[in-house]
């Protein structure tokens, strides 16, 4: 009897934690989607990574990348550069500056965002 109703226990939430990931894959990748709006940030080329609400933004060798910050694992923000990998704080995925994956469980690199520079120099325009 006890057996019968530990095994139901986990199979429902065998059954909730898949329909949590599927709902958290489908919403996230409408957010993505919908949130093409631009955002101007300032520029800073002296600083190597620079959080910016829902962005990562990247100078290496003269150039500049923008990531987006939500983890291809399950979405979280990320929002720790530790040693030279930026580390999602929810099951300890890193990226490193390139966005490609160095430990998991994220299996994807991160999404590059478009951007371009502003004529002055002094900002990035994100979504452009
Ligand atoms: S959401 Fe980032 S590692 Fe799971």
């Not at 940030?41 to 829902?54: G, H, I, M, S, Y």
């Not at 694992?73 to 995925?93: A, N």
């Amino acid at each position: 009897m006890n057996d019968r109703r530990t095994f139901l226990k986990i199979a429902i939430a065998g059954i909730v934690a898949f329909f949590v990931f599927v709902w958290n894959k489908l919403t996230l990748n409408h957010i993505e989607a919908t949130q093409q709006n631009t955002s101007v940030v300032p520029l800073n080329k002296n600083k190597e990574v620079t959080f910016a609400d829902r962005f990562i933004i990247v100078n290496q060798n003269n150039s500049t990348t923008v990531f987006s910050a939500h983890c291809t694992h399950l979405g979280c923000k990320i929002d720790k550069y530790e040693g030279d990998r930026l580390v999602c704080p929810c099951h300890g995925s890193e990226y490193n500056l390139q966005g490609e994956v160095m430990k998991g469980p994220a299996y994807k690199n991160l999404n590059v965002i478009p951007s371009q520079i502003s004529d002055d120099g002094k900002n990035i325009i994100i979504g452009a």
